[in-house]
């Protein structure tokens, strides 16, 4: 989980390890905030799902339907180890993916 696939070291870092996962050990899928990223393609390329959770702030409803949409995505794909990146995903993706 990571705000975007934009610029930045905790973006560049979801996108290499993503990429770079053990297919026979992981199926990875990157999780996101925002929309759009220059390094989208190039997940999307190495076959590694790109999901956006629309969070826009952690003060109105964005964050329960995002969260709710997270657990569903999680209990669907029986993902059973999540990583955030960065501090805004930490807060949402522990008590999201618990949920």
């Known amino acids: 989980m990571v705000q975007s696939l934009g610029h930045g070291g905790c973006e560049r870092d979801a996108a290499k390890i993503a990429m770079g996962l053990d297919r026979s050990r992981f199926e990875p899928h990157v ?11 190039e997940v999307i390329a190495a076959g590694v ?17 995002a969260a709710r949409e997270f657990g569903a995505y999680i209990r669907k794909y029986g993902i ?7 501090v805004p995903t930490d807060l949402f993706t522990a008590p999201a993916a618990r949920y």
């Open 31 to 41: 999780g996101i905030f925002r929309e759009g990223g220059f390094r989208v393609p």
């Open 49 to 65: 799902p790109v999901v956006r959770f629309p969070v826009t702030s952690f003060s109105n409803l964005s964050l329960v339907r």
């Open 80 to 86: 059973e180890l999540v990583h955030a990146f960065d």
